[in-house]
Nanobody
């Protein structure tokens, strides 16, 4: 069973940057997509960014131009580079892995807090 381990969250001032990492516990042969979602207190979990097995990316409108998702295939790791952070980006960020014939796996989450 694959586990996802997220890291890189923390406290940053508005305008700052953070880089989140999500590493799979073992090699993954095929994926539909990997991605990042976030959930702020009292709100539903929402998509931030995804990347398919073919490298196609998708971003929420609220993060376009500020966040970049990338994937390092050999290390089964996906990254989220977050620049120009805003207080409204404050949330728990979750990594999601979607595999054919297996389904979805979630990470445990990492907290991002942006102070004004």
């Amino acid at each position: 069973q694959v586990q996802l381990v997220e890291s890189g969250g923390g406290l940053v001032q508005a305008g700052g940057s953070l880089r989140l990492s999500c590493a799979a516990s073992r090699s993954i042969v095929r994926i539909n997509s990997m991605g990042w979602y976030r959930q702020a207190p009292g709100k539903q979990r929402e998509l931030v960014a995804t990347i398919t097995g073919n490298g196609l990316t998708n971003y929420a409108d609220s993060v376009k131009g500020r966040f970049t998702i990338s994937r390092e295939n050999g290390k089964n790791t996906v990254y989220l580079q977050m620049n120009s952070l805003k207080p409204e980006d404050t949330a728990a960020y979750y990594c999601k892995l979607d595999r054919p014939f297996v389904g979805v796996t979630w990470g445990q989450g990492t907290q991002v807090t942006v102070s004004s």
